[in-house]
């Protein structure tokens, strides 16, 4: 008897709850329409950025309802945009980078926003690689937010000090301050954690070693010569070079730690993207004081470049208005300043001020800059900006692999990676 | 009319036929029992009855109305289960008062009928204790009066008492029999136990692999049954079954009987030997009651000399293990005569009172 | 001999209830180390957490993680911890743990007192459910909360919820009402009840310890569910797993912050540990009372 | 024949009720069931036979799925490890599970706070707890580092970043969770069995190992069934702790078929491949369970039939 009228309370309470939460979703209707945006950024910075486009959205009249899943570099976020597909209860604009935004173009999904576009300019603002990957049948569909710099290393100058090592200028330097962390009792680089870890740094060693022409001919165009080429065999080589100064033990642990290690000294380098800045400002340094940056040393210097973007998609769960005043603000250039700032990454609109930014973002902004007039631009592998998640994902396994089985050639995993890839490839455009 | 019609009833349960053409009547007060090994289809009988099991052929009826396609709760009738069945969750009074609740019947009247029915079986002061609070023969009550209270056209028992100990059955099964004379309701008792049948019933089906064997009087099952199966259920110690040879023509027949060392020679009742002649075999079973096989008065040229195995005293009787024509059958005899084992004892036979069946079919032949 | 037999169990005897206790305190620290690590995590500042030793006792003792995760982390958009999708996670657990123990009660009810030709195979379908791969079904599951209009709708969740629950409580209350006599439900059609009235009066009385683990298991596994709760509900009306999962999951530019992550993990499994500890009695018992017999 | 009895006009309908209102109550599982359970299954068998890629379509392509599936050395790293580990899950949840409840059978004193420790672990989200195992079992972290604090430091248990072992290490952490449960599962068991079956067979002269190994642990039939059916379903649906402890990795030597559908599903785009290997997956667990689901059923049905 007092199990049922618990379990009536339990339900009362239930009913009461979901009511309350429909409520709160309600209050405060906007005017001029609503977006629902789902991403990945679910935490610190990232978040609050999200919090000041939703504000700036506000101001103008937009509501935004943010839908954050956080989790596996996004892969909750592509589950729940799949499901929501299904569900037809479409997304506004959805959180998309890459290849990928070609594919959910072809499907028929995405919305066109050259509207916008032509009102901001965009094909003059943005970088044209970047504008390029924006489009889909000569329309913009998708808009960026940002622009990170993979190849980086990190470098505890005090580390580097203490181990009488000088800053690196080319490979064998590199590894001459490798060799050296090492004899100081000093973890050489903190990293080679996960797969995703491990293919990220090759994103820099591969640039470091074939160049730009030779990396967008590996990882943009599949060409199966290049990819079991001499050039992909060295560049893994020097992966394999890398790992065996990285801490053993480091697998598993996230790249978080990976840069604590660095701040704390325990480690001389991490190679990573300049989200890491993030981690260095939090853990109490400065990057580009204490912790040196640098692009990752070789015969090649450019620029591997990620622009987080957002797709919008047509018949959607949003009003088109709200979608074009998401688009239009994210590129506004307050914005771009307040959430590359944030983000550390580089503003993806040019032109706007990086007054107040730190170093290494300013030391980033040259880079591209000398990137685009050299050509020496790609777009990150490992970041979902070159291929297709099929492709990416095969060649992610194929490194990953490489780096567990030490007695794996590196001839024979740059064949595998042809291979792989092409057989992804295939199966992708069925 | 009659209380309960069982006509031409058969139950498969697949491709198992467990009943086989059924046909029982059953008079207004007649206590029926349906008693057989288990196994012989007396519970699947008796569920079909109350509407537990459905019917493959055939109809039963109840005062008169077909019940094949009634549910329980249509049939007036109350049902006593091996293991009480007592709602555990329900103390004794909210049991008895179960069915009447079911049934709509107002609160007042249900407290009357507790109090009618707790006096009549003595359970006044167990009415407020829980199912687990009682004794074997206490939960045996209550269910007895969950019946009782619904005041039924008919009541069904299935197998009540086989769950007490010995002393506690004898008591009940006196209580049931009382009862019964009370309320003059007729009541179908199933039961493996043929002296519960024999004490208990009117009538006796006796259920053998799907078939009622026998149905009849305790007398008439007990003196005049139909075939082996059924002599040799019912009686204990069972009755002896002996192989043996005819000799002489129609008129004149013997049987040839052997104990321990000489043949002895058995004339057959003229009735007899008509009937098996009609009959016409030649080797038959002659059943034979332990009680009809007894030692013989001197000089009995009819004896036959055993030599006794086992002496078994049971107080007012003493059995006694022996063989003849090869197969052991038991003899009775006073104590005060009793032999000692070993010792070769001259028995006769009551060839008035034994019975004939043939070898194969079992049948009774005389 | 037999003086020397029984000296040697008694002596042996004693011996091995030192050794008995020994395993079963060693078992007991194998269980409790990650809830150790865990508690003592959350009372530590983050400095202390990054430089020290992972199983080093808190000092200085801090409630900070607990606050943070309880009303101040960030879990996406807000900044507000965990504490409105902990009413969020109640809204569709308890409706859908009391909808698959009620089926799952029924249905064992079925199977057992009231076989038909099938039945049997029935149970044998459902058991199925219990072993499909959920990630591969989340894209037909969508499409049909889709087409009822449930998807995104705490209803939805719950539908999800108590259909794979089903499986579960079938299987449990089945196992324990085969222990049940049939003679009980003849003996309950006798007195006329119904079908229904059967369940209400006579089944479900006694019932409790089994339902008693039916819902401690839904109660776990719906509360504990990320799955469902991710692909179903979005943004404010999270289950807290996800906001667990969204405040646990950096992504780039987010520190981990052990101490709030290690507090907002035992704030969740709060309720579970609770029913738990509070239940595990009538857990025991029920699984004793049949949940576990053939 | 059979309706040929009188009957008053509301008895049809209570007669109706009577005899479909038990079916009808299956009703409500059966569609769900049908729907939620086979007509998924079903829709994943037809999608694994299409070009299915980002999003689900309907253009065939017979067995080209099963071909590539085939030729993925991370499909046959996830079957295999899903094998050992499901192996390994249910054989030590059920021997520490029935090893433990024997103890805990021996009247010990605080036997209801030793349960609640056993069993506290499947009441938490391996979301997190996850991190916390993999806290434990990093050398540089954990256990390791603590063996080597004590004085040990010769002491080595790499196994999370051991790409040959590391599986082994996600088995610690599940049977972490599970084998509480189990341990009450048979602890329940045990406490349904006759004490006096065991009396008897002690004054037979069995030793109490003996009691234990041919009379005890065959009569707990049945919890097996119950332990095994729930140990092989949380073991097939084991992604959460995988993901937690090791995100499949180190590379993906930990990866295992659910984490294969997802990220072949979801995160690569390539849901005809995903559906595949659902496919395949679902035959494998019916053709392992069927014969012992039929058999307990069948075992079952008998027994209650007297």
């Known amino acids: 008897m007092t199990q049922t009228r618990w379990a009536v309370r339990g339900l009362q309470l239930g009913a009461a709850v979901a009511a309350l939460s429909i409520g709160a979703a309600a209050h405060a209707a906007p005017d001029k329409g609503t977006v629902s945006v789902l991403n990945w950024w679910t935490s610190g910075s990232e978040a609050k950025s999200m919090n000041v486009l939703q504000d700036m959205l506000a101001s103008d009249g937009y509501k935004m309802i943010n839908n954050a899943v956080s989790g596996g570099g996004g892969s909750n976020a592509r589950t729940v945009l799949k499901s929501r597909i299904q569900s037809n209860n479409i997304p506004g604009a959805a959180q998309i980078k890459g290849p990928e935004i070609q594919q959910w173009c072809k499907a028929g999904l995405a919305m066109n926003i050259d509207k916008v576009a032509a009102d901001q300019n965009w094909a003059r603002i943005l970088p044209g690689p970047v504008a390029e990957g924006m489009q889909c049948d000569g329309h913009f569909v998708a808009v960026p937010f940002n622009l990170h710099r993979i190849n980086w290393v990190w470098i505890n100058k005090s580390a580097m000090e203490k181990a009488g090592a000088a800053m690196p200028s080319d490979w064998n330097s590199f590894v001459t301050a490798l060799k050296k962390l090492k004899a100081a009792g000093i973890t050489p680089i903190a990293g080679g954690g996960d797969t995703w870890q491990v293919a990220t740094e090759f994103d820099a060693v591969a640039l470091a070693t074939g160049g730009a022409d030779f990396y967008r001919k590996a990882f943009v165009d599949l060409d199966e010569a290049v990819l079991s080429g001499p050039k992909m065999v060295k560049s893994l080589e020097r992966l394999r070079t890398l790992q065996r100064y990285e801490d053993p033990n480091g697998q598993g642990l996230s790249w978080n730690h990976d840069t604590g290690l660095v701040v704390k000294g325990e480690a001389g380098m991490q190679i990573m993207g300049d989200w890491a800045k993030g981690e260095i400002t939090n853990a109490g340094a400065t990057p580009g004081d204490e912790i040196a940056c640098m692009a990752l040393p070789g015969e090649h210097t450019g620029f591997v470049y990620n622009a987080d973007s957002f797709e919008m998609f047509k018949n959607s769960n949003s009003d088109e208005a709200a979608q074009y005043a998401f688009a239009r603000t994210a590129l506004s250039p307050a914005f771009q300043r307040k959430f590359n700032m944030a983000k550390g990454s580089i503003p993806v609109r040019q032109g706007v001020s990086l007054e107040g930014f730190d170093a290494c973002a300013q030391k980033a902004q040259t880079a591209f800059e000398a990137a685009v007039d050299n050509d020496a631009l790609v777009p990150s592998y490992s970041q979902d900006m070159a291929e297709n998640g099929a492709v990416k994902g095969a060649l992610f396994d194929v490194i990953a692999k490489f780096y567990n089985d030490k007695d794996m050639s590196a001839k024979d995993a740059a064949a595998q990676m042809a291979s792989q890839a092409q057989q992804a490839q295939m199966m992708s455009q069925l | 009319m009659a209380v309960l019609n069982i006509e031409n009833v058969s139950k498969t349960f697949g491709d198992t036929r467990v009943l086989e053409d059924i046909n029982i009547a059953m008079a207004e007060g007649e206590f029926l029992i349906l008693v057989g090994p288990s196994g012989c289809g007396k519970s699947t009988l008796l569920n079909m009855i109350a509407g537990l099991e459905t019917i493959t052929e055939g109809q039963i009826t109840l005062d008169g109305r077909s019940v094949n396609t009634a549910s329980p709760r249509e049939r007036n009738i109350a049902m006593v289960f091996q293991f009480y069945a007592l709602y555990p969750n329900m103390n004794v009074r909210r049991n008895i008062e179960f069915g009447l609740k079911m049934r709509g019947v107002a609160k007042q009247e249900r407290g009357a009928t507790v109090e009618r029915v707790a006096k009549m079986l003595q359970i006044e002061d167990l009415l407020n204790r829980k199912p687990a609070q009682l004794s074997g023969g206490q939960r045996q009550r209550v269910a007895i009066g969950r019946a009782l209270a619904r005041d039924p056209a008919l009541f069904l028992f299935d197998e009540p008492l086989s769950n007490l100990d010995a002393k506690l059955r004898v008591e009940m099964r006196t209580e049931i029999k009382q009862l019964h004379q009370r309320l003059a309701t007729a009541m179908v008792y199933v039961t493996h136990d043929q002296i519960e049948a024999m004490t208990l019933g009117d009538r006796i089906a006796v259920m053998h692999a799907g078939r009622v064997q026998q149905l009849g009087t305790p007398r008439e099952i007990y003196d005049d049954p139909a075939n082996r199966y059924v002599a040799g259920f019912i009686g204990s110690p069972a009755m002896n079954f002996i192989e043996c040879e005819l000799i002489g023509e129609a008129g004149d027949t013997a049987v040839c009987l052997t104990g321990a060392t000489d043949e002895a020679r058995l004339a057959l009742p003229s009735a007899t030997t008509e009937r098996l002649a009609a009959h016409g075999a030649r080797r038959v079973v002659m059943g034979v009651r332990p009680e009809h096989l007894v030692p013989a008065a001197h000089g009995s040229a009819e004896a036959i000399a055993c030599r006794i195995d086992v002496v078994e005293p049971t107080g007012p009787d003493t059995y006694l293990h022996t063989e003849i024509n090869a197969e052991p059958v038991t003899a009775r005899c006073l104590p005060s005569a009793a032999p000692a084992a070993g010792d070769t004892v001259a028995l006769a036979v009551d060839v008035e009172r034994a019975v004939f069946f043939d070898c194969d079919s079992e049948a009774r032949i005389a | 001999m037999a003086t020397r037999t029984e000296d040697g169990v008694a002596r042996g005897g004693s011996l091995a209830r030192v050794l008995v206790y020994g395993l079963l305190l060693l078992a007991a620290a194998y269980f409790l180390l990650p809830l150790y690590v865990m508690l003592t995590t959350s009372f530590k500042t983050l400095g202390q957490i990054s430089g020290g030793n992972l199983f080093a006792l808190p000092a200085p003792f801090s409630l900070t993680g607990w606050q943070q995760a309880w009303s101040s982390a960030c879990t996406g958009s807000d900044c507000t911890g965990l504490q409105h999708y902990f009413w969020n996670s109640v809204a569709f657990t308890v409706p859908a743990v009391l909808l698959s123990t009620a089926f799952g009660a029924l249905n064992g009810y079925v199977l057992t007192k009231w076989r038909f030709k099938g039945s049997e195979i029935i149970f044998g379908l459902l058991l199925v459910g219990t072993f499909v791969p959920f990630q591969m079904f989340l894209l037909p599951m969508a499409r049909v909360l889709g087409m009822i209009g449930l998807d995104n709708s705490v209803a939805g969740l719950t539908l999800v919820h108590s259909v794979y629950g089903v499986a579960f409580t079938t299987l449990f209350c089945r196992n324990y009402y085969v222990a049940i006599p049939d003679e009980l439900v003849k003996a309950a059609r006798i007195d006329g009840a119904s079908f229904i009235s059967t369940f209400r009066y006579v089944i479900l009385p006694i019932s409790t310890p089994i339902l008693m683990v039916c819902v401690i298991w839904q109660f776990t596994q719906i509360w504990n569910d990320f799955l469902f709760g991710v692909v179903f509900t979005s943004g404010d009306a999270h289950p807290i797993t996800v906001a667990l999962n969204n405040l646990v999951n950096t992504s780039s530019t987010g520190i981990k912050r052990y101490n709030v992550d290690m507090a907002g993990a035992i704030i969740t499994a709060l309720p579970t540990l609770v029913v738990y500890i509070v239940a595990g009695r009538y857990f025991m018992r029920g699984l004793t009372a049949g949940a576990v017999k053939g | ?306």
């Open chain 4, 1 to 306: 024949m059979a309706d040929s009895s009188p009957s008053s006009g509301a008895m049809p309908i209570r007669r109706w009720l009577d005899r479909w209102l038990p079916k009808l109550a299956l009703v409500p599982s059966g569609v769900a069931l049908l729907v939620f359970v086979y007509g998924f299954i079903g829709w994943t068998i037809w999608l694994s036979l299409t070009t299915s890629s980002l999003l689900p379509n309907n253009t065939f392509a017979g067995l080209r799925q099963y071909e590539v599936l085939f030729k993925l050395d991370i499909w046959w790293v996830s079957v295999i490890n899903l094998a050992i580990f499901g192996v390994l899950y249910v054989a030590l949840c059920l021997a520490i599970g029935l090893f433990l409840a024997i103890l805990l059978d021996q009247k010990i004193r605080a036997e209801g706070w030793l349960r609640t420790i056993y069993l506290y672990p499947l009441a938490l989200s391996l979301v997190v707890t996850g991190v916390v195992w993999k806290w434990l079992l990093n050398p540089s972290l954990g256990l390791e580092q603590f063996v080597h604090a004590l004085g040990w430091t010769g002491f080595s248990f790499d196994w999370l970043i051991n790409p040959d072992m590391a599986i082994y290490a996600v088995v610690i952490a599940a049977v972490w969770q599970a084998s509480g449960f189990v341990t009450a599962l048979f602890l329940a068991g045990l406490r349904g069995i006759d004490s006096s079956i065991i009396k008897a067979a002690q004054i037979d002269g069995a030793s109490l190992p003996r009691v234990y190994l041919s009379i005890i642990i065959p009569s707990l039939r049945p919890v097996f069934f119950s332990a095994i059916i729930l140990l092989v379903s949380l073991a097939i649906k084991s992604f959460d702790l995988v993901i937690a402890l090791t995100g499949g990795g180190p590379g993906y030597s930990t990866w295992v078929p659910a984490i294969f559908m997802y990220d072949f599903g979801f995160n690569r785009g390539q849901i005809g491949l995903g559906a595949a290997a659902a496919t395949l997956m679902m035959a494998a667990v019916a053709l392992a369970m069927l014969p012992m689901l039929i058999a307990e059923l069948k075992g079952r049905r008998d027994g209650h039939k007297n």
